[in-house]
């Protein structure tokens, strides 16, 4: 007999079909009633075990986490919470789970911190199970609308031997013997004689790469994980992240602007449609969650009243410059709120400083543009002014930075002017300066951190609970 997923069951009209089910239980009451969860969505079925069906050994072995499987039929239920149970022709125990020793049992309530600790166990509560069903309806999503558009899906390399970012934030990838490295007549570490014949490290960005096939396709996305070795211990920040990033031919950077708002009103609109009752859930634990804060540390919406915010206003679009200004002005600065006060135009804003003009002073999501050369990459396309460049981060309640693009520097004279400028060798380049040199034109594109956008529609606050296994600073376990 085929095994129906519980998601399905649940919503099968009953009529004492013959039914066979498997997955674990979640709990057991009065000797009769198992509540069993498969992880296709939280809600458990009932299955009934009358009395004498089972012989007392078995029932002792019905316990939290046990796996099981369950022939029986399907009737209208009784008791309350629930449409449809089970009433079980027999059971059998696939695999015991020792209640004196499972984590989760022997805990009332555990805590995010502690759930981390046994991230292998974490998938089987009701938070996570919300969580990773929601992360891949966004995955889903993402593609969907690329699909829908005519984007040509690019696998970037994650070895690579280039900074795409320039920012030095690298992890070396090697097979030499580290403890005894060869050296080269200037007493350094000899890469020529490594695994590629040359110094590699895993990807900060499939952007540069992404560059080459826009320049074919015009319209290319890609959605794979990149590393940063940057030392932040912050609630926002992975050393292991899953990057969206779309690149487009004859897009400028308001072109760019639109199809990112868009972007992120679909997959935010397809996940609401698509897992309503896991965000509902997830909109109930964070109002229990903040119910331990002050009143006036709570969030002023609820995640369902966010999520819809957002897709009902259009973002606030601003330069660096007007940002500067609202923020120098506000009163928050002026009476020295901020950690780090805004004096002066030129300053790169901190998560603190985005997060006041996105919760505080709109009160909604905002697009800064064209920000200061200096605090951003060098293939940002240069305006006029001689300071700034095309750049544009999209900002978001709760989250800060979700966003990063730009429209990119198309001018040959002018990229190699800058790389020279930041010090960045342009034979190492050669390959991406030749977009400029062969058929070169006006593009654009932009990266969207697939955690914090999982972080925003989960409403979950810190970044290591919406990826399975963390990778941060001095914790990398599984
Ligand atoms: O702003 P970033 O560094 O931009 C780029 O990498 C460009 N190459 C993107 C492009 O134009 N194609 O990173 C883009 C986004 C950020 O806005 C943020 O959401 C996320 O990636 N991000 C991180 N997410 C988690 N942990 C980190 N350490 C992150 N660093 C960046
Ligand atoms: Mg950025």
Same mark, same amino acid.
């Given at each position: 007999m085929a095994r129906l997923r519980i998601k399905e069951i649940l919503n099968t009209t009953p009529q004492n079909q013959a039914i066979?089910?498997?997955g674990w239980v979640r709990s057991f009451r009065n000797n009769q009633f198992i509540a069993i969860n498969d992880g296709s969505t939280n809600n458990n079925l009932q299955v009934v075990v009358e009395l004498g069906l089972l012989?007392?050994?078995?029932?002792?072995?019905?316990?939290?986490?046990?796996?099981?499987?369950?022939n029986g039929t399907l009737i209208e239920s009784m008791g309350k919470g629930q449409k449809v149970e089970v009433k079980a022709t027999s059971l059998e125990i696939l695999g015991d789970s020792d209640p004196e020793k499972y984590p989760l049992q022997? #805990?009332?309530?555990?805590?995010?911190?502690?759930?981390?600790?046994?991230?292998?166990?974490?998938?089987?509560t009701n938070t996570f199970g919300a969580v990773f069903r929601v992360r891949h309806t966004l995955a889903y999503a993402i593609h969907k609308f690329f699909n829908e558009k005519g984007f040509l899906y690019i696998h970037t390399p994650i070895i690579t031997s280039s900074d795409a970012e320039g920012a030095g934030e690298m992890f070396r990838v090697t097979s030499l013997d580290m403890m005894n490295p060869p050296k080269n007549e200037s007493g350094n570490i000899d890469y020529t004689q490594d695994f590629f014949g040359k110094s590699t490290n895993l990807t900060v960005s499939g952007q540069l790469e992404g560059e080459l096939a826009a320049m074919a396709f015009s319209d290319i996305y890609t959605f794979g994980p990149t590393f940063r070795a940057e030392n932040s211990n912050t609630a926002r920040h992975l050393a292991e992240f899953w990057m969206i990033e779309p690149e487009m031919a004859f897009y400028d950077l308001n072109d760019n602007m639109d199809l990112a708002e868009e972007m992120m009103q679909y997959v935010i609109r397809y996940a609401m449609e698509h897992n309503l009752e896991?965000?509902?859930?997830?909109? !109930? #634990?964070?109002?229990?969650?903040?119910? =331990?804060?002050? =009143?006036?540390?709570?969030?002023?919406?609820?995640?369902?009243?966010?999520?819809?915010?957002?897709?009902?206003?259009?973002?606030? #679009?601003?330069?660096?410059? =007007?940002?500067?200004?609202?923020?120098?002005?506000?009163?928050?600065?002026?009476?020295?709120?901020?950690?780090?006060?805004?004096?002066?135009? +030129?300053?790169?804003?901190?998560?603190?400083?985005e997060r006041y003009l996105v919760e505080k002073h709109f009160k909604k999501p905002v697009i800064l543009t064209n920000y200061p050369k200096e605090i951003k990459s060098f293939?940002?396309? =240069?305006?006029?002014? +001689?300071?700034?460049?095309?750049?544009?981060?999209?900002?978001?309640?709760?989250?800060?930075?979700?966003v990063g693009g730009s429209q990119r520097e198309e001018r040959l004279e002018l990229l190699e002017n800058r790389m020279k400028e930041i010090g960045i060798p342009a034979e190492e380049l050669s390959w991406y300066l030749d977009t400029r040199r062969f058929g070169t034109c006006q593009h654009?594109?932009? +990266?969207?951190?697939?955690?914090?956008? *999982?972080?925003? *529609?989960? +409403?979950?606050?810190?970044? #290591?609970?919406?990826?399975?296994?963390?990778?941060?600073?001095? !914790?990398?376990?599984?």
């Open positions: 066979e089910v498997k012989e007392e050994a078995t029932l002792k072995r019905i316990t939290a986490s046990a796996s099981v499987k369950v022997l #805990r009332n309530k555990p805590s995010l911190e502690y759930l981390r600790e046994i991230a292998h166990l974490r998938f089987r896991d965000i509902e859930f997830l909109s !109930n #634990r964070l109002v229990d969650e903040e119910k =331990q804060k002050p =009143q006036n540390e709570r969030s002023e919406m609820t995640l369902m009243e966010k999520l819809k915010f957002c897709l009902e206003n259009k973002f606030e #679009r601003i330069t660096y410059t =007007q940002a500067i200004d609202i923020l120098r002005e506000s009163n928050h600065n002026k009476k020295k709120k901020f950690q780090y006060l805004v004096d002066k135009w +030129g300053v790169d804003l901190q998560s603190e400083h293939y940002m396309r =240069q305006n006029d002014d +001689g300071k700034t460049v095309a750049a544009m981060d999209i900002l978001f309640p709760g989250i800060g930075e979700i654009a594109g932009f +990266g969207l951190g697939f955690e914090r956008l *999982v972080l925003f *529609v989960t +409403g979950m606050t810190n970044i #290591r609970d919406v990826i399975p296994f963390p990778r941060t600073p001095n !914790n990398c376990e599984f």
